[in-house]
T-cell receptor, first 118, second 110 residues
Framework: GAVVSQHPSWVICKSGTSVKIECRSL??????MFWYRQFPKQSLMLMAT?????????EQGVEKDKFLINHASLTLSTLTVTSAHPEDSSFYIC??????????????FGPGTRLTVL | RKEVEQDPGPFNVPEGATVAFNCTYS??????FFWYRQDCRKEPKLLMS???SGNEDGRFTAQLNRASQYISLLIRDSKLSDSATYLC???????????FGTGTKLQVIP
């Protein structure tokens, strides 16, 4: 199946620093990528939808100036958590919509990035 | 009312048992439905799509009831390796926003 990678897989940073997370579709072009956040024992919450070459669409309650998304190419989207604080500590997962075609398209998830802000 | 609701469980079942999960959704315009499996501290992986006519994949059967706005997942002959959290996923129109349920935790016991 389609493969999506994320980097880094985990990161620990000090409060106030910025952290960039990369999401890559390795064997297909993804015009749309999604960024999710998952707190312990909770479900994935969609943060934003990232479309190649255009501005991301943020979900209600997600600060676009804090979570900067750049989808510069068909295989790469980045999420930058600016001025991270301990409450931003979470599991961040990206997904890419799979190759077009078929009756039902699917999303392929990256392995996630565990962010811990001290 | 949440957009997608699931019983969080946990469901503790013995090996070989049959177990069923339900998931209800609130948006009648939802178009696509999926079941994902998520192991602890891992990313979700697609288990199966849910078609209007219902579909089966080995020990797994998924069904959709649009009138009552719920989908179900049936697991027969449970294996220890089935232990995981099962996420109900509903996709709508437009930007095809995907909404996840909170997941149902399954623990298969020897």
């Amino acid at each position: 199946g389609a493969v999506v990678s994320q980097h880094p897989s985990w990161v620990i940073c000090k409060s106030g620093t910025s952290v960039k997370i990369e999401c890559r579709s390795l064997d297909f072009q993804a015009t749309t990528m999604f960024w999710y956040r998952q707190f312990p024992k909770q479900s994935l919450m969609l943060m934003a939808t990232s479309n190649e070459g255009s501005k991301a669409t943020y979900e209600q309650g997600v600060e676009k100036d804090k979570f900067l998304i750049n989808h510069a190419s068909l295989t790469l989207s980045t999420l930058t958590v600016t001025s991270a604080h301990p409450e931003d500590s979470s599991f961040y997962i990206c997904s890419a919509r799979g190759p077009s075609g078929g009756a039902v398209d699917t999303q392929y998830f990256g392995p996630g990035t565990r962010l811990t802000v001290l | 009312r949440k957009e997608v609701e699931q019983d969080p469980g946990p469901f503790n079942v013995p090996e070989g048992a049959t177990v069923a999960f339900n998931c209800t959704y609130s948006n009648s315009a939802s178009q696509s439905f999926f079941w994902y499996r998520q192991d602890c501290r891992k990313e979700p992986k697609l288990l199966m799509s849910v078609y209007s006519s219902g579909n089966e994949d080995g020990r797994f059967t998924a069904q959709l009831n649009r009138a009552s706005q719920y989908i179900s997942l049936l697991i027969r002959d449970s294996k220890l390796s089935d232990s995981a959290t099962y996420l109900c996923v509903v996709r709508g129109g437009g930007y095809q926003k995907v909404t996840f349920g909170t997941g149902t935790k399954l623990q298969v016991i020897p």
